[in-house]
Structures are given as C-alpha cells and as structure tokens.
C-alpha cells in the first residue's frame, strides 16, 4: 500500500558514484549534486537534516555509500541501504529505460515512497562494529592481492620471479598481522566473544565465518531463519515460467526451478567455502547433503541447500545462546 500523500515529509534518493553525489526529492524534485568527499558529505548532512525526510535510501555500492550512510545516520536520519536489484526491478515496472546518475537518483527517492511500509532504516553500526567491519574489508582487499599474486608466480619468467616472491611475503605477513589484530579485537568485545564460541561449536564454521558473520551479519540470531536466508541470498525463489521443455532443460542444466539471488555476496562466499569444510567434518551437513544427492538432486543445487541449512543453523544457535550438538 502507498501512502504517498500521508507526509509532508520529502523522500530521498541519493545515487552514490565514486567522486559525486546526486540527490532528489519525491513528490517535488529537489535536484542537486555534492562532491563525495568529507566536505560534500557534511554539507548534504547538514541540508538534510533541515529537511527533515521521511526516509533516505541508497544503493549498496560495495561500500563507496559507508560513508555518506554514516554521517546521514549518525544524524539521527533515517536511511535505508537497499539492494539494487530491487530498484531495478522498481524501475522495470515503472518501464524506465533510461539510466543517469540524476535520473537514479530521483528513481531511488520514488522507490523510498512507493516501498515506504517494508522499507526499515538500516541500523547504525557501533564504532566496534565499524572497526571490525573495516578490519574485514581490509582483510579481503589483501587475501585478492595476494591470491593475484601468487597466480602471476605460477607463470613469471625467471627475472621477475624474486620480486613476486618478496611481495608475497610480504602480504603474507600483513594478513597474519591482521588476523592477530581481528583476534584482539574479538577477545575485548564481551558479547563477540560469546557469540564467537557459539558459532566455533559447529564443525565446519573457522574463524574467517565467525568474524565475517559478526561484523557483516550482526542481523543474525534476531531473524527468524527465513529472513536470515534471504537477507544473506540463499533463499529460494521460483523460477518455473515459460515452455515446459525449457524449464526441464534448466533443471538438466543445474540451475533447477528455483534460484538464489540477491543478499549479501561476501558473506556468501565465505559461507560457501565453510559449507564444502561442513559436508566432509559436519554429519548433520554430510548426511543432509548426501541425502539431497541420492534424491537426484544437482551437486549445486544440494550445495546451496547446504548453506542454507549451516546459515540458519547457527542462526537458530545464537538466537538460543545455545551451543551445537551432533543430534541438533
């Protein structure tokens, strides 16, 4: 239900690129751009705040929108970081082809109003949670280079081989000082040290979920296990339109007649990779698997199952301030 005439109060759009800002206003547009930068930042914060809107949405940008997010909401503002793919799918339904950084921006403030009722302000993260979360981007950034660099030394001529090898290294020790640092982090933290040990009493779940789940899914033990699957991307929607014979084929295929989508795309790469430990050292996930497998279903298809099944039972654990058990 829309209820776009109950408030005076704006809704607004902010379309976050690396260098600018481009804002508007629904239902009277309100156009203008600020650079993304501290100064631009606390000058849109400061103009909002004077409006008063009744919500702000941005996109998830892979954190170039952190940020403005944090200056609005730490504001006392009510935003909303959305997935993009919802404001695609809004912009496919209004029939809008047409794609700048303006016209997003007004796109995002008139999805805020259309969407009003199931839009909730996304929670302003504590300066530990931010710390960790930083800790963790910082993580990842030096777990790509060296992955990169490490392939470049399979195929470097002699001459370069050394160089590769010292910045291997290198990034090697900058990572163990980091999980050093993340560890200390985790020890001060009281509640993430008990949650922590929760997560840790599940075969298959190492410190690299335990910390990616506590710092980018702090939803977890407060949602019910539908909720959780689908805020991390592994629920299942249908996908059964179309010619029957195309659908038998993507089932064939492995893509079956639901899908996953959406969510949050670290996290489930790291929950992929702790599943694939879970199905060799976890017997609730090893027998859940293999009874998918000789139903017939497809390895992919059983494998997210899988993580599903791992994601909403930690989820049920925390939320139980209960630790694991094999008959669980």
């Known amino acids: 239900m829309v209820r776009e005439e109950s408030s005076p109060q704006p809704f607004i759009g902010i379309d976050v690129c690396q260098d600018q800002l481009d804002v508007d206003a629904y239902p009277t547009p309100q156009p203008f751009s600020v650079a993304n930068d501290a100064t631009g930042i606390a000058a849109l914060t400061e103009r909002l705040g004077a409006l ?101 030394l399979t195929r470097a001529l002699p001459q370069v081989k050394a160089s590769l ?44 979920l335990t910390l990616t789940l506590l710092g980018d899914v702090p939803e977890l033990g407060h949602l019910n296990r539908h909720q959780i699957a689908a805020l991390v991307g592994v629920a299942p929607f249908h996908a059964e339109s179309g010619h029957p014979e195309r659908r038998k084929r993507r089932y064939r295929d492995g893509a079956g007649k639901r899908h996953v989508a959406g969510g949050r795309k670290v996290v489930r790469g790291v929950l992929y990779m702790a599943t694939l430990t879970a199905i060799r050292w976890n017997p609730v996930i090893r027998t859940f698997y293999q009874r998918l497998l000789a139903a017939g279903k497809p390895r992919k298809v059983a494998l997210t199952a899988c993580m599903r099944k791992l994601l909403t039972l930690l989820n049920t654990l925390l939320k139980n301030q209960t630790t694991w058990q094999p008959a669980s």
Not at 87 to 104: E, F, I, M, P, S
Not at 107 to 113: D, K, T, V
């Open 52 to 152: 008063k809107p009744a919500l702000i949405v941005l996109e998830a940008t892979g954190g170039l929108e952190r940020a403005v997010f944090l200056s609005l909401a730490a504001a006392g503002l009510r935003v909303a970081v959305v997935n993009p793919r919802q404001v695609r799918d809004h912009a496919r339904a209004r029939g809008l082809r047409a794609k700048t950084d303006r016209l997003d921006a007004a796109l995002l403030a008139h999805f805020a109003a259309t969407h009003q009722d199931r839009l909730r302000p996304t929670p302003l993260p504590t300066d530990t949670q931010q710390h960790l979360q930083a800790l963790l981007d910082r993580r990842r950034q030096l777990l790509h280079m060296l992955q990169a660099e490490q392939s470049r």
């Open 165 to 208: 090898q010292e910045h291997i290294a290198w990034l090697q020790a900058r990572l163990d000082d980091l999980d050093g640092e993340l560890q200390t982090l985790l020890a001060a933290h009281e509640p993430w040290q008990a949650a922590a040990e929760i997560l840790r009493s599940v075969p298959g779940v190492g410190p690299v």
